[in-house]
């Protein structure tokens, strides 16, 4: 299988740095215009099937790239960003706060009515194990979130350590483009880790 996963474009709270999660945001002017880019850079790929988070800024990234088109595509609440709980909606800086006084290892804990990094990984196991199976030999797309993407990798790659986490993190750019050729025995290739060249001529003034 060939999967081309990507994190949809900038939002009003990315800008911001306002927590979003599960929340339904909206694309900034920037945004829109990753969003066309991305479209042009996903044009030149075969692809078969697509498989989105359900809300609104993935279902915005995607659009310009559907009128191009037509692809059947699967929105799914398996892609949706991590939920950040009681921390939705206020300062992204408050959350971190909190996630550095709280005790714990960092994938477990879990703020009020929200997820925990390893229950975003537990429920897109559970997405990667359906897809493999339904879709073997097909070229994906996958449309999702920073946190979800970066839980995706791990569980391809079976990874734990924080530090690759940390290290994906900070490759993660709004419409960064990652391109794998998945195989039988694990040992994926990687074509492509976190590309943005297709923003190369963006002027983000």
């Known amino acids: 299988m060939r999967l081309i996963i990507v994190r949809h474009a900038q939002t009003t709270h990315n800008k911001n740095n306002i ?85 714990g290892h960092r994938f477990d804990i879990r703020p009020e009515e929200g997820e925990s990094f390893n229950d975003v990984r537990k429920r897109i196991k559970e997405f990667i194990g359906a897809m493999l199976e339904k879709e073997k030999g097909r070229k994906v797309l996958v449309m999702t979130h920073g946190a979800t993407k970066r839980a995706l990798l791990m ?27 998945l195989r039988d025995d694990g040992k994926h290739h990687v074509e492509s880790l976190y590309s943005v060249e297709h923003l190369e001529d963006l002027n983000e003034d």
């Open 19 to 103: 927590t979003q999660g599960q929340l339904d945001t909206y694309l900034t002017d920037l945004g829109k215009k990753q969003a066309e880019m991305l479209a042009e850079r996903l044009s030149k790929e075969e692809i078969d099937v697509i498989y989105s988070s359900d809300l609104k800024r993935c279902r915005d990234t995607l659009a310009p790239f559907l009128k191009q088109k037509n692809i059947p595509v699967h929105y799914t609440s398996a892609l949706r960003e991590v939920s950040f709980g009681i921390f939705e909606e206020r300062p992204w800086q408050e959350f971190l706060d909190w996630r550095d006084e709280v005790r």
């Open 155 to 181: 569980e391809l790659f079976n990874r734990d350590d924080e530090g690759y986490h940390d290290e994906l993190m900070q490759l993660s750019k709004n419409t960064a483009v990652t391109i794998l050729n």
